[in-house]
């Protein structure tokens, strides 16, 4: 009898797993997916909102596509219970999916501020495609948009929400923007950056009521000082999703841990992406990491050892990288670890600012941030992320790079991080031309 996956979850993590299933398997198997959305991706809505791309742009396959992949898809159910002693899971119309294996990518959910109002009319998250549909119906070129919180997902969609000709205020609680990216330094420049770009941003304010305002809403602060705006979008963190998972026999904690195969504490279900605690690359401790890269890399390790492969994963590198009003803001590892050796170089009128830190020889995280226009920013971003990933030795280089963290280029060629990192991709295959193979990793 063929084998029997199944797959919870169409995002990013999901899809990567079924392509992977169905390139790796010797023997055709059975695959089920079941997902609450349709396959696509988050990370392209912000160019759905600026309208740079059409909707039918950010799906990742169609019911022909998966048809065609010989999936037997449930789009639009969710699943509500597993059990992993029957191997079972049971779906919100009653419907009950028997597997040998399953994967759990049920991702994560955008969660609000827990204020009064916050569930009001013309108050929105912005993770979901439907989510994303609600806030374009609302900015018309002149409103004024108040975005609560000043994180990573804020920053995705803060040049779409300037390109519809919004204006732009950023309330953030914390003492500085992007407080769980970069640090006060880098905080500092980008905020000086925005503001030249017409951005408003209040930080250390915390958010006590939203209201109705004659049509329009009004935020009110602790510390006094209302806003009045058109549309709110609560940017405020996201939460794994994984209430239906409560009483199946998975081992949770912040999200379902897994090993170095993906797998959770029952050998036959697997977790990927934002909902896995899998390894991290750099400290070796768990992490769930939100971000693509994780969903892709876990969804390909997951999917070949469901295939009957025997893939083992390194770890996951924590990656954050947002261009706001040209201006490149990246990092990556262990970019805030207070013991480590650390050395930083700004240039405070470009601006451009470079954090490196260090254990021994090796670059365990990096903050960098520039103009897009300097080549040589976008082009050290790669670098950076690079040396961190590949863990090469830099100990030739190092006390140079300590004096010159702008000049980066000399020891990313000469420490061959490139043939460290290209040889092989996530699943030991060797890496081939573009144009040769049609997936990415
Ligand atoms: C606006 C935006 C911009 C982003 N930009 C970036 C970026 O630039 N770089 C980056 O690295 N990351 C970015 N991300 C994050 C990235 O999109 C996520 O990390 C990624 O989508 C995670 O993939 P996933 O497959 O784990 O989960 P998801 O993509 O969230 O997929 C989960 C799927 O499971 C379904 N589901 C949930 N519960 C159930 C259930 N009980 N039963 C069945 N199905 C269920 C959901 O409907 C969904 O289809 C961005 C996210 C957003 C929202």
Known sequence: MATRHVVIGGGTAGMNAIRTIREEEAARSEITLVSAEKPYSRMVLPYYLDRSIAESHVFTA???????????????????????????????????????????ATGSSAVRAPVPGADGRGVHSFWTLDEARAVLAEIAPGSHVVMVGAGFIAFTILNS??????????????????????DDAGATLVEGWLAKHGVAIRTGARLATIEDAKGRKRLRFAAGGDIVCDVVIM???????????????????????????????????????????????????PAVHAIEPTAQEHGRVAGANMAGKDV????????????????????????????????SGVKPDRPAYRKLLWRGDRLTGAIILGPSSDIWTTNDVGMLKGLVQSGVSLARFKAYLKRNPFDIKPAFIASKTTSALLPETILGRPSKAPGNTPVAV
């Open 235 to 285: 940017a405020t963190g996201i939460k794994t999703n994984l209430e239906w998972l409560k009483g199946s026999g998975v081992t949770i904690n912040r999200g379902v841990i897994v090993d170095d195969h993906l797998r959770s504490s029952v050998p036959n279900v697997y977790a990927a992406g934002d909902i896995a605690e899998g390894r991290d690359l750099i400290t070796g401790e």
């Open 312 to 343: 083992r994963y390194r770890g996951s590198l924590i990656i954050n990288i947002v261009e706001v009003c040209h201006l490149d803001v990246a990092s990556f590892g262990a970019w805030d670890e207070a013991k480590a050796e650390a050395a």
């Open 62 to 104: 169609t019911p022909r596509v998966l048809a065609d992949w010989g999936v037997k898809a449930h789009l639009g159910r969710r699943v509500t219970a597993l059990d992993a002693k029957a191997n079972a899971c049971t779906l919100d119309d009653g419907t009950t999916l028997e597997y040998d294996d399953c994967l759990i």
């Open 161 to 182: 929400i300037l390109a519809l000709g919004a204006k732009l205020t950023i309330v953030e609680m914390e003492p500085r923007i992007l407080p769980r990216m970069i």
